[in-house]
T-cell receptor
């Protein structure tokens, strides 16, 4: 069964360092998302991406964050200068399209980011 | 502000019990409501509901949506230890966004 693949599964970094989290969405999906989940808290929307551009972003997704789809398959989330409060599980998700029945988010296994 | 509220926050039951998980929402431009099961890592899809009053069923799990009262329930009958997980409710709105609740943590004791 097709799946969303995320790397790395766990990254430990020092505060202030740049981090890139990678995702390979399901190949025929058109909509891509990043969510994060701080330990013990709810899943929070960061950004959605469609047609090679950001379609929506939350207040969390400030100037420290950026997304790219550099080569038509990978979908990356970059955090420019990590802060302690960026420690969380970051989930990539993709969706085939917005038609009825296809608008189901499929999640990757997540990338756990620990900022020291 | 759009929001999704799940209750209870956590639940401990014995194997064989039936549980009902609740999700209420206040979301502008509702499109659909989805239930996910989150065990160790990624949420896995259970149900998508778009129409009121039509029950979706999968084995021991079932779910229904009430678009007038703005809530959904997820029922699990004859619970098993493998049902232990966090159950997430998400509401899709137009504008390409999904709003998640805090989840209900279910623990099934043998």
């Amino acid at each position: 069964e097709p799946e969303v693949t995320q790397t790395p599964s766990h990254q430990v970094t020092q505060m202030g360092q740049e981090v890139i989290l990678r995702c390979v969405p399901i190949s025929n999906h058109l909509y891509f998302y990043w969510y994060r989940q701080i330990l013990g808290q709810k899943v929070e929307f960061l950004v959605s991406f469609y047609n090679n551009e950001i379609s929506e972003k939350s207040e969390i997704f400030d100037d420290q964050f950026s997304v790219e789809r550099p080569d038509g398959s990978n979908f990356t989330l970059k955090i420019r200068s990590t802060k302690l409060e960026d420690s969380a599980m970051y989930f990539c998700a993709s969706m085939r399209d917005r038609s009825s029945g296809a608008n189901v988010l499929t999640f990757g296994a997540g990338s756990r980011l620990t900022v020291l | 502000e759009d929001k999704v509220v799940q209750s209870p926050l956590s639940l401990v039951v014995h194997e064989g019990d039936t549980v009902t998980l609740n999700c209420s929402y206040e979301v502008t431009n509702f499109r659909s409501l989805l239930w996910y099961k989150q065990e160790k890592k990624a949420p896995t899809f259970l149900f998508m509901l778009t129409s009121s009053g039509i029950e979706k069923k999968s084995g021991r799990l079932s779910s229904i949506l009430d678009k007038k009262e703005l809530f959904s329930i997820l029922n699990i009958t004859a619970t098993q230890t493998g049902d232990s997980a966090v159950y997430l409710c998400a509401v899709e709105a137009t504008g390409n966004q999904f709003y998640f609740g805090t989840g209900t943590s279910l623990t099934v004791i043998p």
